[in-house]
């Protein structure tokens, strides 16, 4: 009777019941494939606009065009005359006269593309993010729980056209320059939108061993203040290259001649709170602490992840982490003593974008865990 049982089994006649899996553990990777491939894709787009809107800043493109057309904009001028006439417009600006004035038309063609490009990238991220939404939202293959995080990350790709022309506003009367809290709040939107897709993207990813392991609550600590301190590390720098801080204080270790300014020079400006926006002393040296803490805790999380999950992929995302952090530093610094050329510039604004990419799949597999 074994046997016979045993023969059945092998041609498939008898089987024991399969064992139903349990939602958790449960892979969606094969079911959402095409989300996954798409939001991954998304979040490559917003990694691109980062790094064009870095060389948009570093070249002074970013007030080229004064005008903010989100439909006709998209063509630029095709004429002789149309070309003259933008380039009237700029001449209009304080920038023109104080910074570029010997630029010639051919010069205003130059840093018009930066901007121009930076626009119809954005513009192509929209469509690359709505065309796709309403195909998966109409075929029904959108994971659970995911419409309301999708037009969440929507309505923050719209929030960020609006205040990219609130921000070049600020720089078209009275100043050369946009505003760099402007700036600050333009590159944080930026990088929650990659943030968000970065999670939801790696969310689809199968996990079924992690998650079938315990993780202590101090790894997700980690894992958590990490993204945040990225977070704020990425809208400092953008005070500090907002007010060419790099430029007015390009010495390391020492700052200014010190190594922490004294308080009199970090408070100049009335009232205080101007001086963490305003003041180039303590903005720039506050985006330096910031980065010592960073590398500090990423490290610490390191050595953390390899006592209590010795060999798991926790450790090993952990461990890159500390290395794109030590890796960001090093560049950070080298752009700073080369007094931030285009190169050392843009490669130390991709690698925060890498730095944060990492952070939050880190911390998303590890909110997958028990």
């Not at 760099?180 to 897709?197: V, Y």
């Not at 500090?296 to 006592?307: E, I, K, N």
């Not at 843009?346 to 990492?358: D, K, R």
Request: charged share 15%; with cysteine.
């Amino acid at each position: 009777m074994h046997s016979m049982k045993k023969n059945l089994s092998t041609t498939g006649l008898f089987r024991e019941p399969a064992i139903p899996r349990s939602p958790v553990m449960a892979s969606p990777g094969s079911h959402y494939r095409a989300v996954a491939i798409w939001l991954w894709s998304l979040a490559a787009l917003v990694f691109l606009m980062v790094i064009v809107g870095g060389a948009t800043r570093l070249t002074e493109s970013g007030l080229s065009i004064t005008e903010w057309k989100p439909l006709t904009g998209i063509i630029p001028p095709l004429s002789l005359a149309q070309w003259q006439a933008e380039f009237e417009n700029y001449k209009r600006i304080p920038q023109y006269a104080q910074i570029f004035p010997d630029m010639d038309l051919s010069g205003f063609k130059f840093i018009f593309f930066f901007e121009w490009s930076h626009r119809l990238l954005g513009r192509l991220i929209g469509a690359a993010m709505v065309v796709p939404l309403i195909f998966f939202w109409a075929k029904g293959t959108l994971p659970i729980g995911f419409k309301p995080k999708l037009l969440g990350v929507l309505m923050l790709g719209a929030l960020q056209g609006f205040v990219g022309w609130w921000m070049v506003k600020s720089g078209l009367a009275d100043r050369v320059e946009v505003a760099q809290e402007r700036l600050a709040i333009h590159l944080l939107l930026a990088s929650l939108t990659f943030a968000a897709l970065v999670w939801l993207a790696a969310s689809l990813k199968r996990r079924e061993a992690e998650i079938a392991a315990p993780v202590l609550p101090g790894l997700k600590w980690f894992a958590a203040s990490t993204v945040l301190l990225v977070l704020l590390q990425i809208g400092l720098g953008a005070l500090v290259a907002g007010l060419r801080a790099g430029r007015a204080y390009n010495t390391w270790p020492l700052i200014d001649g010190y190594f922490w300014p004294p308080l009199y020079k970090l408070t100049l400006l009335a009232p205080l709170w101007r001086n963490f926006l305003d003041n180039i002393l303590l903005v720039q040296f506050q985006h330096r602490l910031t980065a010592y803490v960073i590398l500090g805790l990423a490290l610490a999380q390191a050595l953390y992840t390899s006592r209590v999950a010795a060999g798991s992929r926790a450790e090993r995302r952990a461990f890159a982490v500390a290395g794109l952090v030590t890796m960001q530093a090093a560049i950070g610094i080298v752009t700073l003593v080369l007094a931030v050329p285009l190169w050392a510039g843009l490669l130390h604004q991709a690698f925060a974008m890498l730095v944060l990419g990492m952070a939050v799949a880190h911390a998303q597999a590890l909110s997958q865990a028990c």
